[in-house]
């Protein structure tokens, strides 16, 4: 990451070829027919904390500011336009950084919907709240590793020019698709499926990357006159879909491989003097790690899963302080882990909005957690948040398998397994959100279910560690239905999981573990819930986006 800045800064100090544009109000067609170079950084799924983030943008700030050729500011006459695109978590604060320098930043990726109950998801709204200009749409690591089909990114782009946005979509041929020399076709596929529905005058505002799969990343390369035939079939596909101004308009973008400055080895020297800043973490418990006899007292917990809400920046603010207000007047509440009598209460806001409701809430005792991680640690995984990330930004929990990313993105149980590894390395809690569907219930095999995701997705963990692992187990059919479980068979389903903890480890484990319950949980019927023996606390999603009801779900009645 030093160096591909650090070229990239390189890069765009070149001298242009293209007249740029000279930007007093909205672009039209005919002005974009001047073509404004723009250079992208795409980090993916790096650096590793937010304290390297930050320094990162620092140092190529201040390296872009020195070369006297080179501007970022899309403003200015001969500029050259340069788009950031860091991990969720630091966006906001990344744009702190580099916004006053005219430098853009962009969001990896958006899911297609506005808001709901998308756990682990980001919404348009979200990003372009906290400044986001421009969206990757459809890159390569997005189809491949996480199933990204041409209907979904067709949405997306849609999506992203509905909030005002500019979409950059990536398309490209994979190695086995060059080998069959259907380069153009695959562009062509992907051009007219991504883009369709995208008015002439959306145009304006997309950006296409053609980035050769085989080439991301690998070493290989490709030719640079290959590569402009490419792009100038890609017109001719925009020609045939909209006009010719519009082919001749759009901008396209590739992956390159600069060629090293004259001053590089100087230039890397001063990013990797900027980036070495210390990594500071915020400790979980400052008593020291709690042990498995101490939790046999089970602390209650209450968390809050916003999903894919509130739909900016703003209300996520407002939310977590009204939320911090209420849960500071109630008398007989604290959210400190470390108060004897205290519930503990985590917040999961989504990726973007964390690192500031953190600062909210955190002075209250309040914990923060991510809605979820990738299990690798860092690397070309554009869209996806790693766990050092969200450690560096305050986070102490993460869900794990919530039933969301179980069914809409196919998340498995080896990769859950994966994920509550990861967690627990970085010196987090895993919460592994088990339970049963609708077909599985009505079947007669809620046990059956939970034992085998429990099995499965603890395999590994040591009983050391499982100090630290809370269970949510959510009954699938009864999340945002408006069905609920009733609170006797719930408590039966908790009994059983600590059956199925002895025999993975012992009565101890199973006694000390924390299990809570989540499913359409209300101010109604917590009490209730909480009054049963193996109950250990709500994992509660949409009565925890109105302060007033979750600070009353938090300040349940005892029993």
Same mark, same amino acid.
């Given at each position: 990451m030093k160096l591909s800045l650090a070229l990239l800064a390189t890069a765009i100090s070149g001298t242009s070829a293209f007249t740029a544009v000279n930007n007093n109000g909205p672009r039209t067609i005919t002005?974009?027919?001047?073509?404004?170079?723009?250079?992208?950084?795409?980090?993916?799924?790096?650096?590793?904390?937010?304290?390297d983030a930050l320094n990162l943008a620092t140092g190529f700030t201040a390296l872009l500011n020195e070369l006297e050729d080179t501007c970022a500011m899309d403003d200015v006459e001969g500029c050259t336009e340069v788009?950031?695109?860091?991990?969720?978590?630091?966006?906001?604060?990344?744009?702190?950084?580099?916004?006053k320098s005219g430098i853009t930043v962009g969001a990896q990726q958006v899911y297609y919907q506005d808001k709901g109950a998308f756990t682990g998801s980001v919404a348009a709204s979200m990003v372009?709240?906290?400044?986001?200009?421009?969206?990757?749409?459809?890159?390569?690591?997005?189809?491949s590793l996480f199933s990204d089909s041409d209907?979904?990114?067709?949405?997306k782009v849609k999506k992203v020019l509905e909030f005002g946005m500019k979409p950059i979509l990536c398309i490209g041929e994979t190695q086995e698709e060059y080998d069959l020399g259907i380069t153009q076709e695959v562009c062509a596929m992907q051009v007219s499926k991504d883009l369709a529905g995208v008015s002439k005058a959306d145009m304006k505002d997309v950006v296409i990357a053609y980035e050769p799969v085989w080439a991301i990343g690998t070493g290989l390369v490709c030719d640079s006159d290959a590569a402009n035939d490419v792009h100038k079939y890609i017109r001719t596909v925009l020609a045939k879909m909209y006009d010719d101004e519009v082919a001749q308009a759009t901008r396209i973008h590739t992956t390159p491989r600069p060629q090293p400055h004259p001053h590089h080895e100087a230039l890397t020297a001063l990013l990797a003097t900027a980036i070495s800043g210390t990594?500071?973490?915020?400790?979980?418990?400052?008593?020291?790690?709690?042990t498995i006899t101490q939790l046999n007292e089970r602390q209650p917990i209450m968390a809050g899963n916003w999903k894919m809400n509130p739909t900016t920046e703003a209300d996520a603010l407002n939310l977590a302080t009204g939320f911090t207000a209420l849960l500071n007047e109630l008398e007989d509440t604290c959210a400190m882990d470390d108060v004897e009598g205290c519930t503990e209460v985590v917040l999961f806001p989504p990726f973007p909005f964390i690192s500031k409701v953190m600062d909210i809430v955190g002075k209250s005792g309040i914990t923060v957690g991510a809605q979820q991680v990738y299990y690798q640690d860092k690397g070309a995984f554009t869209g996806s948040v790693a766990a050092s990330m969200v450690k560096s930004v305050g986070c102490e929990f993460v869900l794990c398998g919530h039933s969301e990313r179980r069914s809409l993105f196919?998340?498995?149980?080896?990769?859950?397994?994966?994920?509550?590894?990861?967690?627990?390395?970085?010196?987090?809690?895993?919460?592994?959100?088990?339970g049963e569907t609708q077909e599985e219930y009505d079947l007669g095999i809620t046990q059956e279910v939970c034992a085998m995701q429990v099995s499965k997705d603890l395999a590994g963990v040591s009983k050391a560690d499982m100090k630290d692992v809370v269970i949510a187990y959510e009954p699938v059919w009864? %999340?945002?239905?408006? !069905? =609920?479980?009733?609170?006797?068979?719930?408590? #039966?389903?908790?009994?059983?999981?600590?059956?199925?903890?002895?025999?993975?480890?012992?009565?101890?484990?199973?006694?000390?573990?924390?299990?809570?319950?989540?499913?359409s949980v209300t101010p109604e019927s917590v009490d209730q819930l909480m009054a049963k023996s193996? %109950?250990?606390?709500? !994992? =509660?999603?949409?009565?925890?986006?109105?302060? #007033?009801?979750f600070a009353r779900i938090v300040n349940f009645e005892r029993q």
């Open positions: 002005q974009l027919n001047e073509r404004q170079p723009i250079m992208a950084g795409n980090w993916k799924m790096n650096p590793t904390t937010e304290a788009v950031l695109f860091p991990p969720f978590p630091f966006i906001s604060k990344v744009m702190d950084i580099v916004g372009k709240s906290v400044g986001c200009e421009f969206v990757l749409c459809g890159h390569s690591e997005r189809r209907a979904n990114i067709n949405a990594s500071a973490f915020t400790a979980v418990n400052n008593n020291g790690p709690r196919s998340d498995s149980d080896a990769n859950i397994n994966a994920k509550v590894k990861k967690v627990l390395e970085f010196g987090m809690k895993p919460i592994l959100c088990i009864a %999340i945002g239905t408006g !069905l =609920v479980c009733d609170s006797d068979a719930a408590n #039966d389903v908790h009994k059983y999981i600590r059956t199925v903890l002895a025999k993975m480890y012992d009565d101890e484990v199973a006694q000390a573990t924390r299990i809570q319950y989540g499913g193996d %109950i250990d606390g709500c !994992l =509660v999603g949409g009565a925890s986006l109105f302060a #007033d009801k």
